[in-house]
């Protein structure tokens, strides 16, 4: 149990590194958050150790989004939550995205190709090498690859066309 929620807790650290400095939200109440969510009443099968941080990290994401838009919805347009893409590569220019248009645009990249929205989530989210989305999603090293950049062109577009 250590083991995992240090590793869980690395990751929620990585998932908030880039939040505004006004966010409340801490690396511990994420951890415990997901965890709960993830052993609660129907735990699923974990498929090994890249499996259960995929799920933990997409669990983690899902609550540091629903949380801005509750943020966002009480201030009633007001701050918006920042998050670097520096690791997605050229999605924004500014560097900077709110973390709701990343959600936004993942959800209608799975629209389009579910894989490619999943991979975006296991690297950017979950930190995941490529080698080890290949594991969790059982596609050859080179399909996460080409998916990954193709993926990360796409988001460039979206979220400018977004923004613009």
């Not at 590793?7 to 801490?26: I, K, M, S, V």
């Amino acid at each position: 149990m250590p083991l995992v929620y240090r590793e869980l807790h690395r990751l929620a650290h990585l998932q908030l590194r880039n939040e505004g400095p006004d966010h409340t939200l801490e690396s511990a109440a994420l951890v415990n958050e997901a965890y709960l969510r993830l052993v609660g009443v129907n735990p699923p099968t974990w498929r090994g150790r890249s499996h259960f941080f995929a799920l933990a990290a997409q669990l983690m994401r899902q609550i540091l989004v629903d949380y801005a838009r509750r943020h966002r919805a009480s201030k009633r347009g007001g701050s918006v939550y920042k998050l670097s893409l520096d690791a997605v590569g050229p999605v924004a220019q500014e560097k900077e995205l709110d973390l709701v248009a990343l959600d936004d645009a993942l959800q209608a990249l799975a629209q389009l190709d579910e894989r490619q929205s999943r991979i975006v989530q296991l690297r950017f989210f979950a930190g995941l090498s490529i080698d080890e989305i290949s594991e969790v999603l059982e596609i050859a090293p080179a399909t996460v690859q080409r998916d990954w950049t193709a993926a990360r062109a796409w988001l460039h577009r979206e979220i400018s066309r977004r923004q613009g």
